[in-house]
């Protein structure tokens, strides 16, 4: 009894009390750029790896996910996943194009409210902004916790992967429609392919308002130090160089416990050409 006292007391003096606490309120949320279906991947090609990704993502234990680069036959395929639901439209209209849609749990979470918006100069309808070279929306859901009753906003997007001042610009509309959809009253987490490293000024805008799980985390981020890694299990050099460039942002509202990037392959390539972000969080 004596050891069980003194292991509990180093577990608590030692950060572990707020693990404790959040004991059975804790969330998994996540990013995850899943690589568009298309043919030029040959043995990489969606329909060779769909069921690994739906693996990790049910091993993982997402209770919420924002995925990136998902065209209507790929949300087909994940929406048949037992217990999930999504909320999000395509970037070119309607069923059209690439989704950067929310998945959810539903045992967990309900939808209260949620919304597209497109980055661009009217992003109010289907457009492409600045200098991009595609069409670039971002994906929003009010969301209830069903166990604790709390109340939460999640905000998922793709910026453009050619127009930096669309990259730039983009970042400053998110943040803008983060505080009017949002507000300040709530918990809210923003994920996304941002295609832009850490030092680089669409990041530096997103944390105006928002920080970045990694950063946040009670515990020592996990994994590589970069996100793009190609779909072979030897990465090349020039990407391990590279910061990430997929992200997990919350405010101050949400206590980080765990953040981390998640590099599993089946011994030859990786489920996608992206790592997924995995964060084990709370609302405070």
């Known amino acids: 009894m004596v050891r069980l006292m003194i292991c509990l007391s180093a577990l608590l003096l030692g950060g572990g009390a707020d693990l404790l606490s959040a004991r059975g309120r804790e969330l998994v949320a996540g990013s995850y750029n899943i690589r568009c279906d298309t043919p030029v991947d040959g043995g990489n090609a969606w329909p060779y790896r769909k069921e690994r990704v739906e693996a990790l993502i049910r091993f993982y234990g997402f209770d919420v996910l924002g995925v990136q680069e998902a065209k209507p036959s790929q949300m087909s395929d994940l929406r048949a996943m037992p217990g999930f639901a999504s909320v999000g439209v395509g970037r070119d209209g309607g069923d059209r194009g690439e989704y950067s849609a929310i998945f959810y749990r539903t045992d967990r979470l309900r939808v209260l409210d949620s919304g597209t918006f497109w980055l661009s100069e009217t992003p109010d309808t289907v457009s492409k902004g600045w200098d991009a070279a595609l069409n670039r ?48 009253k709530y918990p809210v987490l923003c994920t996304g392919d941002f295609n832009a490293h850490a030092e680089s000024e669409p990041v530096a805008v997103m944390k105006t308002v928002l920080r970045d799980a990694r950063e946040a985390s009670q515990t020592p981020a996990y ?10 299990v030897q990465v090349p050099e020039k990407l ?38 995995r964060a084990v969080i709370v609302f405070d």
């Open 223 to 232: 994994g590589p130090p970069f996100s793009y890694a190609g779909f072979p």
């Open 240 to 277: 391990r160089n590279r910061t990430p460039i997929d992200y997990l942002f919350v405010n101050g509202r949400v206590r980080v416990l765990t953040c981390g990037l998640l590099s599993d392959s089946d011994g030859r390539n990786h489920p996608s050409d992206h790592f997924p972000l």
């Open 137 to 184: 929306i971002c994906t929003w859901a009010k969301m209830k916790d069903r166990r604790t009753g709390r109340v939460f906003y999640f905000f998922n997007t793709h910026f453009d992967h050619v127009g930096r001042e669309a990259r730039l610009r983009s970042a400053e509309l998110l943040a803008g429609r983060i505080r009017i959809v949002a507000g300040d």
